[in-house]
């Protein structure tokens, strides 16, 4: 087999070190990146390299004029001539500065290859200003396509939140806000320095020649002192996050609306998250007026929602960078009926059932802010406004499908 990890992220000086890193310690590493920045003249510039400089370089035509679309029919025919040739303990794929990490992981393991690590590198000290700017990837010349209406805060929080590893920069610029920030927006991951204080070089041909573990299990660490073989190396933390296992199912489950792994109340160094729960409906008039200050309250809040005018409708709730994403994720399974259960993945009918409701099943507002400086008491109280009074609750569902659809222009009903 031929191990294969993933590194991204926008912070390219970082991503490029988790790469170097990895490249120096497993010795025999090849990393693989397709540089984007050439679509406009119709091409993607592809290099294989080690740590030893660049091994080879080629182009790939676009594909549907779309550069990532060129990558992924580039990406998995390379990586199997390296499979084939055999004698690379590690694939590093790196991606182009905007490519998230999903698409890329999914790519990989639909080619039929071993992925065993999906790892986005980040600065400290830039993940709030990433968060807060709302240009498009267009304007900053980062748009993987001429249809790629993305903005940077949306592109880096999905880069963030996808990763179950995070390679961390020593930034001399970040400080404890900034850290704690991180630690919030992605409490699940496992930070994982670039530059330990002491690396040691891994030869994983020698230590493990059958390849990685499965990914569900974390490989066999054949390098740690035995009896017999007391002086083995031990893995650096970073090549040991790259063969640790990646369980794509997993991953998708915990971005999807229904069932992510949203972040928990936390409070620290001047930062915070605000975790908003609530299961009386939304007034969809009162919420879309309360939009703008509701999506500049924080510097990421997202989460699921419903409204009383369209109450079999999960929606998904994704702001960053001052910009809002409000779109229909599927029913909610309250509103379907049994026979089409089976039809729903277990661990979206495990998420449900933790959240079961007598009345309203598995509707609930739950939607969490993470901010420096956040105003929880000011943001509750707004949230709270939003809701359906004492008076509009009681009057019964037929009389909530009466109210504006305030919400239909913005989900283009």
């Avoid at 025919?77 to 890329?104: F, H, I, N, Q, Y």
């Avoid at 779109?327 to 039809?343: H, T």
């Amino acid at each position: 087999m031929l191990p294969v990890v993933i590194i991204g992220g926008l912070h390219a000086d970082a991503r490029k070190a988790a790469v170097e890193r990895l490249l120096t310690d497993v010795p025999g590493s090849v990393a693989l990146h397709h540089d984007l920045a050439t679509a406009a003249a119709g091409t993607v510039v592809r290099t294989v390299r080690d740590a030893t400089g660049v091994l080879a370089a080629g182009e790939a035509p676009l594909v549907n004029d779309c550069a990532c679309c060129a990558l992924r029919e580039d990406l998995v025919p390379e990586l199997e001539r390296l499979r084939d040739a055999g004698g690379t303990p590690l694939a590093v794929v790196e991606l182009w500065d905007s490519v998230e990490p999903k698409a890329m992981a999914e790519v990989v393991v639909a080619g039929g290859l071993t992925l065993t690590g999906v790892i986005t590198a980040v600065d400290p000290a830039l993940v709030l200003p990433y968060l807060g700017n709302g240009d498009d990837l267009a304007e900053r010349g980062l748009a993987a396509a001429a249809t790629d209406q993305r903005t940077v805060a949306d592109t880096f929080a999905r880069q963030l939140e996808y990763a179950p590893v995070l390679a961390v920069a020593d930034s001399p610029e970040a400080d404890d806000e900034d850290r704690e920030l991180l630690a919030q927006l992605h409490p699940t991951a496992r930070h994982v320095p670039i530059a330990p204080s002491e690396a040691t070089k891994v030869d994983l041909r020698d230590a493990n020649p059958r390849g990685p573990a499965p990914t569900h299990a974390h490989p066999r660490d054949d390098t740690a002192p035995t009896k017999a073989n007391p002086t083995a190396p031990h893995p650096t933390p970073l090549a040991t996050a790259a063969l640790a296992g990646f369980d794509i199912e997993a991953a998708a489950a915990a971005q999807h609306p229904a069932c992510a792994l949203l972040p928990a109340e936390a409070d620290a160094h001047g930062v915070a998250t605000l975790v908003w729960r609530h299961r009386r409906p939304f007034h969809p008039e009162r919420l879309y007026q309360a939009l703008e200050d509701l999506t500049c309250a924080a510097a990421r809040s997202r989460g699921r929602f419903w409204l009383a005018d369209k109450p079999d409708t999960l929606l998904h709730w994704d702001a960053a960078g001052g910009a809002l994403c409000v779109e229909p994720a599927g029913p909610w399974l309250a509103s379907l009926p049994d026979a089409a259960w089976d039809l729903v993945p277990p661990v979206r009918r495990a998420a449900a059932a933790l959240e079961w409701h007598p009345e309203h099943g598995d509707r609930c507002q739950h939607l969490v802010f993470t901010s420096p400086g956040l105003d929880r008491d000011g943001l509750t109280r707004l949230l709270e406004s939003c809701l359906l009074t004492d008076a509009e609750y009681a009057a019964g569902r037929d009389a909530w499908k009466r109210l504006p659809p305030a919400f239909d222009t913005l989900l283009e009903v």
